[in-house]
Nanobody, 117 residues
């Protein structure tokens, strides 16, 4: 079992920045991908960014050039640096880890990000 704990959400003005962190613990296979999804009120959960254990990132088009994902494998932690935030980025952000050997996906509890205009 894997546990994911997010931190770093909050309230920020439009144009501002936030940095999310997610620490994984438990039975973690070395070959995995970690990342973030988000869910706005009344909408489905959408992909934001993922990063493989070799550091290869992948972004949703809506955040390219504004968000940067990184990870520290020694700490089993993934980060999401969010810049130039807009009200469209307001959502609950969920951390996720996918174990590549068996495809099992784990989720964190989510952290609220609110961007005021």
């Amino acid at each position: 079992q894997v546990q994911l704990v997010e931190s770093g959400g909050g309230l920020v003005q439009a144009g501002g920045s936030l940095r999310l962190s997610c620490a994984a613990s438990g039975s973690i296979f070395s070959r995995n991908a970690m990342g973030w999804f988000r869910q706005a009120p009344g909408k489905q959960r959408d992909f934001v960014a993922m990063i493989a254990s070799d550091g290869t990132p992948n972004y949703a088009d809506s955040v390219k050039g504004r968000f940067a994902i990184s990870r520290d494998n020694a700490k089993n932690t993934v980060y999401l640096q969010m810049n130039s935030l807009t009200s469209e980025d307001t959502a609950v952000y969920y951390c996720t880890l996918v174990t590549l050997v068996n495809g099992i996906q784990y989720w964190g509890q989510g952290t609220q990000v609110t961007v005021s205009s």
